[in-house]
């Protein structure tokens, strides 16, 4: 399964901004989809994750109660809702696919399949 991540831009901080992920070439059907960002000179960072197995959604604790990570069947698309920006939110984010399991669900290495990346930039 092919992955494009799209909806990045510049937003004020306090703003919103949704990222989809969609799949082509197949279905999300029986992978984990997850968001990670990685800033200038950092490592990538897990930011959300929605388990298709048992359909629960994972938060690193730097966006919880801020980022909500959603599931559209009918579209084929795990969306990202960020919500309250702030600045050090500003990133590339990547979303990912794999057939992981919960204990790894936050490595970047459990998944096989990833987009090419949009840019979010929040501005003070």
């Known amino acids: 399964v092919q992955l494009q991540a799209s909806g990045g831009g510049s937003v004020q901080a306090g703003g919103s901004l949704r990222l989809p992920c969609g799949a082509s070439?197949?279905?999300?059907?029986?992978?984990?989809v997850g968001w990670f960002r990685q800033a200038p000179g950092k490592e990538r960072e897990f930011v959300a994750a929605?388990?298709?197995?048992?359909?629960?959604?994972y938060y690193g604790d730097s966006v919880k109660g801020r980022f909500t990570i959603s599931r559209d069947n009918a579209k084929n698309t795990v969306n990202l809702q960020m919500n309250s920006l702030k600045p050090e939110d500003t990133a590339v984010y990547y979303c990912?696919?794999?057939?992981?399991?919960?204990?790894?669900?936050?490595?970047?290495?459990?998944?096989?399949?990833w987009g090419q990346g949009t840019q979010v930039t929040v501005s003070s």
């Open positions: 929605v388990s298709l197995g048992n359909m629960r959604a």
């Open positions: 070439g197949g279905t999300f059907h029986g992978y984990t």
């Open positions: 990912g696919a794999g057939r992981t399991i919960l204990s790894t669900i936050s490595t970047p290495s459990a998944y096989g399949n």
